[in-house]
């Protein structure tokens, strides 16, 4: 479990995990730490993928399905230990949300609240538009690429890094593109609360569909900054705070 998941504090006697599925490009850095925020009452796990971090050597997924077989396969008996959130952001809400959907139809498993942020309700049309996008090969082309799928932020201005970061970023888009969701395939697939949240300086995502995708109620929050909004330690405290309320009254 190690391998897929960062866990910087354990916390045994916790009633409930948080599992965090961090942005396009990314890894566990930022989210991970989550677990010194949060109260004993919440573990936090962020998933790592393959091709990052202590997974460099493994080959990056070749697709969303073998991504969630993944998490579901290993997380699948502390997932039926006690209960879980989910939060996602940009390509992680797509991911986390892929999670959920098969845990809910293999195994009648639920988060008790699903948190998403800065990215198109999956069964928005501004969803499916950016999924038939054709992925470029140019280093310029890839910039278009993550401001759609990524959102308004400031690129890394080291070169290395920014190498490193535009090839995960890459891969991660074209893991977002294997995605598949047809809401015919279950009416209303949740019954537990979805909050969303984005930067009031990013780019307008399609989230309303969010509504129709949980008889659980829908809450909307638009905190100031860019793509990366999370990442401001104001933002970052009302998520934290917002969070635990939420999970809280969840259980």
């Known amino acids: 479990m190690e391998k897929?998941?960062?866990?910087?504090?354990?916390?045994?006697?916790?009633?409930?995990?948080?599992?965090?599925?961090?942005?396009?490009g990314s890894g566990t850095a930022q989210l991970a730490q989550w677990g010194r925020l949060f109260n004993d009452s919440i573990e936090v796990f962020c998933i790592r993928l393959p091709g990052r971090e202590t997974r460099l050597e493994e080959p990056f997924a070749k697709d969303m399905t073998s991504v969630v077989n993944e998490i579901t396969t290993v997380l699948l008996k502390e997932l039926k230990e006690k209960p879980f959130a989910f939060f996602g952001h940009s390509f992680g809400t797509y991911m986390s949300f892929a999670v959920a959907l098969h845990l809910k139809k293999k195994y009648g498993l639920e988060p008790v609240h699903l948190?998403?942020?800065?990215?198109?309700?999956?069964?928005?049309?501004?969803?499916?538009?950016?999924?038939?996008?054709?992925?470029?090969d140019g280093h310029n082309d890839l910039l278009a690429i993550m401001e759609i799928l990524g959102g308004n932020f400031e690129l890394p201005?080291?070169?290395?890094?920014?190498?490193?970061?535009?090839?995960?970023?890459?891969?991660?888009?074209?893991?977002?593109?294997?995605?598949?969701?047809?809401?015919?395939?279950?009416?209303?697939?949740?019954?537990?609360d979805i909050t969303y949240f984005c930067g009031s300086d990013d780019k307008i995502y399609d989230a309303k569909?969010?509504?129709?995708?949980?008889?659980?109620?829908?809450?909307?929050?638009?905190?100031?900054?860019?793509?990366?909004?999370?990442?401001?330690?104001?933002?970052?405290?009302?998520?934290?705070?917002?969070?635990?309320?939420?999970?809280?009254?969840?259980?």
């Open 157 to 192: 201005h080291d070169e290395d890094v920014w190498r490193d970061t535009a090839l995960i970023f890459k891969e991660d888009a074209r893991l977002f593109q294997t995605c598949s969701f047809e809401k015919t395939e279950m009416n209303i697939p949740f019954s537990c």
């Open 115 to 136: 948190f998403m942020s800065a990215a198109h309700a999956p069964n928005s049309a501004a969803y499916l538009a950016i999924k038939s996008i054709d992925l470029p």
């Open 4 to 24: 897929l998941v960062a866990c910087v504090q354990k916390k045994p006697d916790a009633v409930c995990r948080l599992i965090c599925f961090p942005w396009a």
């Open 209 to 251: 569909g969010w509504q129709e995708l949980t008889s659980g109620d829908t809450s909307f929050y638009e905190l100031p900054g860019d793509h990366l909004y999370l990442l401001k330690p104001s933002n970052e405290s009302f998520l934290i705070k917002h969070m635990t309320r939420s999970i809280e009254n969840g259980l």
